[in-house]
């Protein structure tokens, strides 16, 4: 199943994809969907005209998630292509709802940066409560899996030695364009994907997210032990080698650049970067 958040007049609505287009759901967005009991039967089931989805105006496919957990290096062979040992835990840091942007919205280039950056993920979403969760419960807490691209103010997040602060600025991250569901996708809940990032339609990145050190079920495990994972909540599993801050010279997104951030079975993300 293909689930996603479609802005409307009355505000925004969740939809399921069929071949037909978007079936509008009851609930204003996929994150409040995954808050109802039985939400995969209630959304399989639902009726309604399909609409057209290449026109829609797509929202992030969870508008406002609980908690935005990130990931550090987690890309095996780009960690030891640049000669660094495995990790032995993750390294976590957080987003805000306020960076979030639709799959087709613009990036909002703020000008207190000169160092904005991309960052092509696979992100899971949660899809019910738990904590200190087992392997098993870590697999059927995951609702599905989207596309994120991690945009980051890297001036910023270099300041210090926390990163939040190049991590969350506003209006800078998308998200969708669908939540798909682990059973439509190779490998489940540890997905065997080709993703891609093309910057200007060259390819930056290209990676396949077998290849994590730490597979979603793994993370999941991990962040449940330090607090609750609720139904909306987001991971964003981590970006392979090819983000322009490692180039020499450096290369950063800047205004009227276009980023397209694909993973197959899943979609694209295609946002152009604007100053405001």
């Given at each position: 199943m293909k689930l996603a958040t479609i802005r409307t007049d009355g505000g925004t609505r969740a939809a399921r994809l069929t071949p037909d287009g978007a079936v509008l759901l009851d609930d204003p967005d996929v994150g409040r969907l995954l808050g109802r009991d039985g939400w995969a039967g209630a959304a399989a089931s639902a009726q309604g005209e399909a609409r057209p989805v290449d026109d829609a105006d797509l929202a992030p496919v969870v508008p406002r998630p609980g908690k935005i957990l990130c990931v550090g290096l987690n890309y095996r062979a780009h960690i030891l292509e640049m000669g660094r040992d495995l990790p032995e835990h993750p390294t976590l840091f957080a987003k805000f709802a306020e960076a979030l942007i639709g799959p087709r919205d613009a990036v909002q280039l703020a000008p207190e940066s000169s160092a904005v950056d991309w960052e092509a993920e696979l992100a899971l979403v949660i899809g019910r409560t738990v904590r200190r969760a087992s392997e098993e419960e870590a697999a059927v807490a995951i609702a599905g899996f989207t596309v994120m691209n991690?945009?980051?103010?890297?001036?910023?997040?270099?300041?210090?030695?926390?990163?939040?602060?190049?991590?969350?600025?506003?209006?800078?991250?998308?998200?969708?364009?669908?939540?798909?569901?682990?059973?439509?996708?190779?490998?489940?809940?540890?997905?065997?994907?080709?993703?891609?990032?093309?910057?200007?339609?060259?390819?930056?990145?290209k990676a396949d997210t077998s290849d994590l050190v730490f597979d979603p079920v793994a993370l999941v495990r991990y962040a449940s032990t330090i607090l609750t994972l609720r139904p909306g909540d987001v991971i964003a599993t981590g970006t392979p080698g090819g983000v322009g801050h490692a180039r020499k010279p450096p290369r950063y997104l800047t205004d009227g650049t276009t980023?397209?951030?694909?993973?197959?079975?899943?979609?694209?993300?295609?946002?152009?970067?604007?100053?405001?």
């Open positions: 991690d945009v980051t103010m890297r001036d910023w997040q270099f300041r210090t030695k926390e990163w939040l602060q190049g991590k969350t600025f506003e209006g800078t991250t998308p998200l969708g364009p669908v939540l798909v569901t682990p059973d439509e996708l190779p490998g489940g809940v540890r997905p065997a994907l080709t993703m891609t990032c093309r910057v200007d339609g060259a390819v930056t990145q980023v397209v951030t694909e993973i197959e079975g899943i979609g694209r993300l295609e946002n152009t970067a604007r100053t405001p």
